[in-house]
């Protein structure tokens, strides 16, 4: 039973939340059923980032542990760099920004659930979110009228995407923390068991 429920949340962890950066040699163009994002990071520590699906009335996420969400990750070293992603069409936030402080510290998160970004991306579109600036821990800056000409060129490394860029129509947004899906819980009911105090960026399970 053990390495059932193991083998359940490794399933459930890769499904739920990976990278979504595009080959080097990947095809697009307007037709695409899909989309691409470009975005400007910055920063001493290596980080990563979720962009989430949102629902703008309910003020909630369409995503959770299972879908819904597009990742990218930056190995840190002060360098600047363009992160190139594939994306469902639809409305999105950033919903947050994780990141090692420091050698064997544990994992920070940063939730932007007070104050975040939110767009909307269409099928065959490449849009430019602009740029996260993590200058040092618990410090994060944008710049969400960054340079649209060099973020073009960065789609230079990638032969087979044609298209032209615009930057994302960004809007200031919130949405609500609450609870999510127990790993154990749904491993041993798939009916579904909810976390009890533990409230997660972005959950929206609620008593």
Same mark, same amino acid.
């Given at each position: 039973?053990?390495?059932?429920?193991?083998?359940?949340?490794? #399933?459930?962890?890769?499904? &739920? *939340?990976?990278?979504?950066?595009?080959?080097?040699?990947?095809?697009?163009?307007?037709?695409?059923?899909?989309?691409?994002?470009?975005? &400007?990071?910055?920063?001493?520590?290596?980080?990563? &980032?979720?962009?989430?699906?949102?629902?703008?009335?309910?003020?909630?996420?369409?995503?959770?542990?299972?879908?819904?969400?597009?990742?990218?990750?930056?190995?840190?070293?002060?360098?600047?760099?363009?992160?190139?992603?594939?994306?469902?069409?639809?409305?999105?936030?950033?919903?947050?920004?994780?990141?090692?402080?420091?050698?064997?510290?544990?994992?920070?998160?940063? *939730?932007?659930?007070?104050?975040?970004?939110?767009?909307?991306?269409?099928?065959?579109? #490449?849009?430019?979110?602009?740029?996260?600036?993590?200058?040092?821990?618990?410090?994060?800056?944008?710049?969400?009228?960054?340079?649209?000409?060099?973020?073009?060129?960065?789609l230079d490394q990638y032969p087979n995407v044609s298209g032209d860029l615009a930057n994302a129509d960004l809007k200031t947004v919130s949405f609500e923390n609450g609870e999510d899906i127990a790993w154990l819980g749904f491993a041993a009911?798939?009916?579904?068991? #909810?976390?009890?105090?533990?409230?997660? *960026?972005? &959950?929206?399970?609620?008593?």
């Amino acid at each position: 039973m053990k390495y059932f429920i193991l083998t359940m949340m490794t #399933i459930f962890a890769l499904t &739920g *939340c990976t990278y979504s950066a595009i080959s080097k040699n990947q095809s697009f163009d307007s037709s695409s059923p899909s989309a691409i994002l470009v975005i &400007g990071v910055s920063g001493e520590l290596a980080l990563e &980032g979720w962009f989430a699906k949102y629902d703008s009335e309910t003020k909630k996420l369409k995503a959770n542990s299972f879908s819904g969400h597009e990742g990218f990750v930056h190995n840190g070293g002060g360098k600047f760099k363009f992160k190139v992603i594939s994306m469902d069409p639809g409305f999105y936030v950033l919903k947050n920004i994780a990141f090692h402080p420091g050698w064997g510290a544990p994992k920070k998160n940063i *939730c932007m659930s007070k104050q975040t970004y939110a767009f909307e991306i269409k099928a065959g579109e #490449i849009l430019y979110f602009g740029d996260i600036l993590l200058k040092k821990p618990d410090n994060l800056g944008f710049s969400v009228n960054g340079d649209s000409k060099k973020a073009m060129a960065a789609l230079d490394q990638y032969p087979n995407v044609s298209g032209d860029l615009a930057n994302a129509d960004l809007k200031t947004v919130s949405f609500e923390n609450g609870e999510d899906i127990a790993w154990l819980g749904f491993a041993a009911d798939p009916i579904g068991y #909810i976390i009890k105090d533990n409230s997660v *960026c972005g &959950g929206y399970y609620k008593d």
